[in-house]
């Protein structure tokens, strides 16, 4: 049997997350089930609710790694739920668990999941005008070492497409 893909999908928890961005991480989920991908994410609300909704209505698989040590603090729509008790620290946890990551928006949570996943060399794309503290380095690096480029896209579809294409290599 072969490895499934495992792509983690951040951005916005409830709060700073708007219409559009649950929208694309709906759709991203979408993308990842039909792709027989696993969708990994932080569990809790926000783009982790819509996109894990999208992967729960299209019969794939969700995993919610979550901060807290209750795993009935995890949306309704994760279909594995690990309860770290490890607070922003499993931000790492994500990160490492990941073979590629999809970016929508987000705050300083999602930075952090991003400098995890840079700092270990994780393909990444980000989903252009979400907003949020990663745009400014679409398309380019997070530092002058140039770890991995963090590639822009246009839509839910060639998100996912992409981030398939850059981790094939890895499994």
Do not use: W
């Not at 991203?28 to 609300?45: D, F, Q, R, T, W």
């Not at 770290?84 to 499993?90: C, I, K, N, P, V």
Request: charged share 20%.
């Amino acid at each position: 049997m072969t490895k499934k893909c495992q792509i983690l999908v951040i951005g916005h928890n409830t709060n700073g997350c708007r219409p559009e961005h649950e929208k694309i991480a709906y759709e991203v989920g979408v993308e990842i089930a039909k792709s027989k991908s696993v969708l990994i994410c932080g569990g809790l609300g926000g783009v982790m609710n819509a996109v894990a909704h999208g992967v729960h209505d299209s019969n794939g698989i969700a995993v919610g790694i979550i901060p807290q040590d209750d795993p009935k603090m995890a949306n309704e729509y994760c279909d594995i739920v690990i309860p770290t008790g490890m607070g922003l620290t499993r931000d790492f946890l994500n990160a490492l668990s990941a073979d590629g990551v999809i970016i929508i928006g987000g705050g300083s949570g999602t930075l952090s999941e991003v400098c995890a996943a840079y700092m270990h060399k994780k393909p990444m794309v980000a989903i252009r005008k979400m907003g949020g503290t990663v745009e400014p380095y679409i398309d380019g690096f997070l530092d002058h070492r140039e770890n991995i480029k963090i590639i822009g896209v246009d839509s839910s579809k060639e998100a996912v497409e992409k981030i398939l294409e850059l981790t094939t290599h890895r499994h």
